[in-house]
């Protein structure tokens, strides 16, 4: 992957609807170039999807949280199908430290938030944090170069 390959990214990052007639102006390639160069990158799993960003509140979700679950490992093989069912998980994590999962939700109502919570209790101990305002949205992976060691 090089710097234009990189700028590519960044560009599809922050407007994947761009038009290929744009990357390529501001890459100084041509149109073809820059659709096999995507191409490229999607064959080679470092671009693996385009989503369209959704104001959450403004379509009915205003209840965001993250929910820490304490979980036996041995529940994974069941927890995992289950939690990718749950249509108002937005990402699951596996992390280190006192819990083993970090849920990030979307909810209409705390009622709704409540009862996701007490079916997700089935698997292990929760602690639940809701969110009253976010300063940074998700945004795109920096694809600088990496750091030489």
Known sequence: MDHIDRKIIDILQSNARA?????????????????ARIDRL?????????????????VGYRVKAFINLDMDPQRKPEFYPYVE????????????????????VL???TQELDLFINHLQQFGRTRTQIVFSTSVEHRGVPVSPPAEE
């Open 42 to 58: 999607e064959a080679a799993g470092i671009l693996t999807g385009y989503q369209a960003q959704i104001n959450a509140p403004e």
């Open 85 to 104: 069912t749950c249509p108002n998980v937005v990402e699951c994590n596996c992390v280190t430290g006192d819990y083993s999962m970090l849920v990030e």
């Open 19 to 35: 038009p290929l007639k744009e990357i390529a102006d501001r890459v100084f390639l041509s149109s073809p170039a820059v659709s």
């Open 107 to 109: 909810f209409a109502t």
